[in-house]
């Protein structure tokens, strides 16, 4: 996936209610993310995924695109390898509501690519990723850097 220019769609995902709330229940459990009448009540109007919902539904997509790349099966164990080791993120923001029902496209952008000087064989990545839904509205945006094996 390394060497493409622009945004390279990774996966698409649809959220449900069922998803929503569970992920919120163990990881986010505010109000507008569990609770339909709160969620009402809120400047939402309804129940929405949490932000990192969507970010780690990104992340899971990206990890199985890279080894869908490496001609892995996406449960395969080393399908891990291929997307390395995070540095970070920055400019993460949740542009817009992801409501059940809503399919969200995932994409990524290598803005950057570059040998590592301490690491033989392993690319350090500066990436633009993102999310929309399928009417293409922007949902998610953030940037990562990342270190991974080959080119």
Do not use: Y
Not at 51 to 65: D, N, Q, S
């Amino acid at each position: 996936m390394g060497g493409r220019e622009g945004p390279v769609e990774i996966g698409r995902f649809t959220f449900t209610k069922a998803e929503i709330v569970r992920f919120a229940l163990a990881f986010d459990p505010q109000p507008f993310h569990v609770d339909e009448a709160a969620a009402a009540a809120s400047p939402f109007g309804g129940l929405v995924a949490s932000g990192w919902h969507t970010a780690c539904v990104w992340m899971g997509l990206f990890v199985r695109a890279n080894g869908a790349v490496a001609g892995l099966a996406p449960d395969h164990p080393a399908v891990l390898s291929p997307v390395g080791v995070g540095f970070g993120m920055t400019d993460l923001k949740w542009l817009a509501p992801v409501r059940a029902g809503d399919t969200i496209v995932f994409f990524t952008e290598v803005l950057e690519a570059r040998p590592s000087g301490s690491r033989p064989g392993w690319t350090i990545f500066h990436r633009r990723n993102s999310a929309r839904r399928e009417d293409g509205t922007q949902v998610l945006t953030f940037e990562l850097k990342h270190m991974a094996p080959g080119s």
